[in-house]
């Protein structure tokens, strides 16, 4: 028997048929919802608890088996592919609200609880979970990639809503980072550590994380400018002034077109804004008010406002739906997704030189982005097959990311690095890349957890 | 010769008289403001520039020579005590302001500039740096040990305004982490893993800190409570109904006696709160109206306005002299600082089993706190050369400690682990300390980056 044989055995005979090698189970785990091409794991876990997932990684690391770590499957990098075959653990049998603490404005839960589900359960508390990504991904995966979304211009981060975890390390030891208390001075912020680390330095096993008031108000807008140049800086106006914005978000007129067309709407041909403000009635009036007079000074008009909260939802859910909407608006085209972000005063440089190069190259393009970050993703649609435009593509995905580090920004603002941008590490990090490897070396020395993903030699 | 004196010959070479092995200067840094016996370094080293700290750690990581940072002394866990001896190197040369960019909330600065300075910069902008430990710290030295203090209950500590560090390496390698924007989601976050790593994996040569808008308006206050519970539990209250209070201080009666030697105020007996309140006009009024109705349910009394500029300043400067007003009310007292930290919901608890444990000890502790933060400290004060008050002080501090633990909480909300808290690490954090120890050894494998402080074997 080989050391895989042995190892399969002893989770089979820790997890019964909670632990497969079937095909569909692996074919359903070796593939991501952008361009990658499938890379399925040898076998697939499915624990229902720390102590079963640190059994499954003292016997991995001991054989040398990969061991990757799987949400919902959202992620757009490649994070949860296996290019080396190995143990796919997929959290969805993990899925418990532990506790929620409205007097601490806490929850504990486990890394397979989605974002809606935390949010459906906290419905009765007046809290809520403001971390937003557009899917339901699971909140183990979102802590994994440092995720952020529509919300974290008000809100913040993963980095910033997550109190404490709980870590199972590549040798089994399961640790326990963070406290309850709203902050802390003792030693290494190891919660921080491994928020972002993608899984190659620890499978998350249980998340303590912020919550938030319902705020007393809500109301949406979108409105519509007559460029693209307008619509931006009235973002970055808006958020120069210090209006607290919810949400604030560019939409450009593609994106609007399939907007319309995936959900029915009658958005004019041009470059929008979607907004959000929360706060107490008059907070939300006097911001609402504060930011038409940007927006009015940068050409802003046809503002529609959203106050009732099924259209609010209804809004959202077409932002949300912006990828898949657009997949389906372009027929026979492979995707790349772009994610760069960049300091507020240089957005609207890097999205009009952005935007002028795809409408150079001919290749679709729409443009998108949580703008009020800085951060914005043009979703480059080459034709499937077409290895020319493959090529062009990707050369203006890394001009994108040449672009955001000549700005004073970075390669992604939220999506990750996965396998998709380890080529821009070096250059964005320098000797700091050899730090996270260093880093990796000293808690994985197998290289067991997460292989080919994020760092050199990985 | 020995490696030694080969090394500091080195150094003087490179930085003539700005290296010294002086009596005086020696003496200076190997002192702190708290109990800690002298611990004096070999020599102090006063770089001007990231190339000269690169070479200093290169020479010294060569020889095996401790390495110590210095900003400006004011930490109060012996962070920056020499028990090895070595070099300190004291940045108090390196202190520009490098670059103030108000179009994005940032400045780029140099380790050796303090709040204080900074702040002075910005005037002109509109724009300030709100983390305040009450110390004219350093920001180099806030960032090593992760300060907060009155304000970071609405701004934050430093580890959320903080976006990338320069920092050297025991090996003189210089890294760069995070970017000028916003977010970034591009591998470990190597920033917050040096923000509280107290000088232990590296030297921080320069910091790129978010700046906020000077708020509108601003008002303090103070109030009279009958007893403790109510001043505590109206500060739970005031937490839980999300006012966006800016400060919101604990003050205990032995406290507000001492105040009012110290600066002439005539506080009554009582224990008090003290307020900020900042926001538009509309919200600061707001706001102050709602903490007044929460604050009178809990018995508040006797509220003190303060809305121009300089009776604000008057107000905070007393309580950032509160712990010298307190060694001087308190002549021949050895001081012993805690500084713990719970849940928000466990505040009044732990305040007022603190208290009574003090009360019945005999021993002088005057309680002050961030308590928004669920924050506070009790400030010992045993007599000195009392060997048995000293224990007795000791066991009070350590049962401190052990009370954040039970309830949720940290063993240090703010100042720091340094030589005086490691003997609660193995309790807070179990097997992540060695997982610390396990980054400690990769990142300086040669243990020269400020032995002594906050690690196991360090």
Redesign the interface.
Known sequence: MTAKTTAFDAISALLGSRFTQSQSDRDIHGRSESHFAPMPPDAVAYPRSTEEVSAIAKICSGAGIPLIGWGTGTSLEGHALAPRGGVTVDFSQMDKVLDV?P????ASVQPGVTREALNTELRATGLFFPVDPGANASLGGMAA????GTT?VRYG?M??NVLGLEVV?ADG?????G????????????T??F???EGT?GLITELTVKLH?QPEAMRAAVCAFDNMEGAVNAV?ATI?S?IPMARIEFVDSASAAYFNKSSGGDWPDAPHLMLEFHG?E??VA?QAARFGEIAEDFGAQGFRWAEKTEDRNALWAMRHNAYRAALTAYPGRRPITT?I?????KLAEAVEETAEEIAASGIPGPIVGHVG???FHALLLPLEGDAQEWERAQALAANMAER?LRL??????????GMG?MK??AR??????A??G??K???DPEGVMNPGK??AGN
């Open positions: 603490a007097e601490d404005m806490v990639t440092r995720a952020s974290a981060t980095k910033t390390l030891r399961v640790i326990r980072t406290t309850r208390a709203p902050k802390s001075s003792t030693g290494y912020d190891l921080s550590l928020i972002g680390s330095l008031g970055i120069q210090g107490s008059s907070g006097e994610d972000c960049v300091p507020i005063s970050d800085g951060n955001a004073g920004g970075t390669v992604s603002g939220e999506h990750g690095i941008k821009y590490m964005e990090h320098g000797e700091g890349w730090v996270m260093a880093i070396a000293a808690l994020l760092l």
